[in-house]
Nanobody, 115 residues
Framework: QVQLVEFGGGLVQPGGSLRLSCAASGSILSIVTMGWYRQAPGEQRELVAT???????NYLDSVKGRFTISSDNAKNTVYLQMNSLKPEDTAVYYC?????????WGQGTQVTVSS
């Protein structure tokens, strides 16, 4: 059984930084893409950043230059470094893994940006 476990959410002041991590355990064959989505209250879930197994990245326009996604393929782990955080970044952040067989979601971790 595959599980995605997320770490690193919390409360931070505007302009601050947080680093999210997500480790996939269990048998996952042929990961294609790993990434992060987020969902704010009353809003639809949106893609924040993705990284392919070859290292290609993609970002939501509003986080470009502030967030950096990276991965450790040997550990099936994906990271999201979030800098210069803004109140509008407040949301539940979900880890996502797409393999050739299936896709998987983490349980979500709350990120709150507030003074």
């Amino acid at each position: 059984q595959v599980q995605l476990v997320e770490f690193g959410g919390g409360l931070v002041q505007p302009g601050g930084s947080l680093r999210l991590s997500c480790a996939a355990s269990g048998s996952i064959l042929s990961i294609v893409t790993m990434g992060w989505y987020r969902q704010a209250p009353g809003e639809q879930r949106e893609l924040v950043a993705t990284i392919t197994s070859s290292g290609s990245t993609n970002y939501l326009d509003s986080v470009k230059g502030r967030f950096t996604i990276s991965s450790d393929n040997a550990k099936n782990t994906v990271y999201l470094q979030m800098n210069s955080l803004k109140p509008e970044d407040t949301a539940v952040y979900y880890c996502y893994v797409l393999s050739l067989r299936d896709d998987y979601w983490g349980q979500g971790t709350q990120v709150t940006v507030s003074s």
